[in-house]
């Protein structure tokens, strides 16, 4: 499978890059960074600290290598996303997304392109989140009416987007859970009427130093809570499943994939 990585100087394109690297499944055919970054022209293997050369170039151009991919993965931006999505539209190119921050109408666009390309979309492609979102879905299912929810999320200092993309991701599968829309029930920060309405979700957003990401759900009742939380203690568990989620688009038909299809869950 011949792969494109958006972004190979990002902590997430780095590790992806490496993970693509030593992957027998997997050529790396180019890297697309922006204009102007002294690191365009280097070949990728070194500009993603692989340790080797790739024989193949970092470029600031898409289009002029889009042609020679199978695939293209994408953590980056959310304004270099959208137009990845549309070149990958134009070229028939299968396309992993794994950017956040993206308004409803963006998300929109992601499922439009489906009918025309093999589109995965993952706000989080870690096996043990994905998993978390198993255990949310039946919790809501059970209890989430009459408990106080509140998502609280850790990332690092540079993190551009909040609350997270996986944040928004755990409260529209709770909110979908208990028969309701995530619009309905959210509520940012520690606003409003207090105490909150019972089931509605409250989103919290911490950002300092390094840390990759913690995704914590707390449940409280009176006199008990239940949480349920998840750590990574680096980036790579993001960067494989990214690659899971390439190598599962080789042989996939135009239409909209999940990490869940990836993952069996
Ligand atoms: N789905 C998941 O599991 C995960 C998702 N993410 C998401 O992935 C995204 C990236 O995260 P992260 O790697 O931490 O961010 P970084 O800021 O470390 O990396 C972003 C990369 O995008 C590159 N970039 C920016 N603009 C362009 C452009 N126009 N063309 C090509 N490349 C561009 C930057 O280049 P340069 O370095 O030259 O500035 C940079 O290398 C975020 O939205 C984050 O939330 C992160 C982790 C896991
Ligand atoms: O920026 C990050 O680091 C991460 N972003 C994703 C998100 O917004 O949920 C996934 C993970 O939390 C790491």
Redesign the pocket.
Known sequence: MKVIV????????KLITQIAASREDMQLVAG???EG?DYIGMDLGQAALVGYDLGVPVVDNLESVIDGCDVIID??????AM?VLELARKYKKALVC????FSEEEMERFRAAASEIPMLY?????KLVNVMNKLLEIVAEKIGEEADIEILEMHDQ????AP??TSKEMGEIMAHAMGKEISDLAVYGRHGECPREKGTIGYHSLRAGNIP?SHSVYFGFMGERLEITHHSYN?EC?AR??CDCAAYLADKAPGFYTIQDVLNL
């Open positions: 958006v972004g190979p100087r990002g902590k997430m394109g697309v960074a922006p970054r953590f980056s931006t959310k304004e270099m137009v794994g950017t956040t921050g993952a706000a989080n492609t870690s540079w993190k551009k987007d997270s993309g990401s980036w993001f499943g990214a």
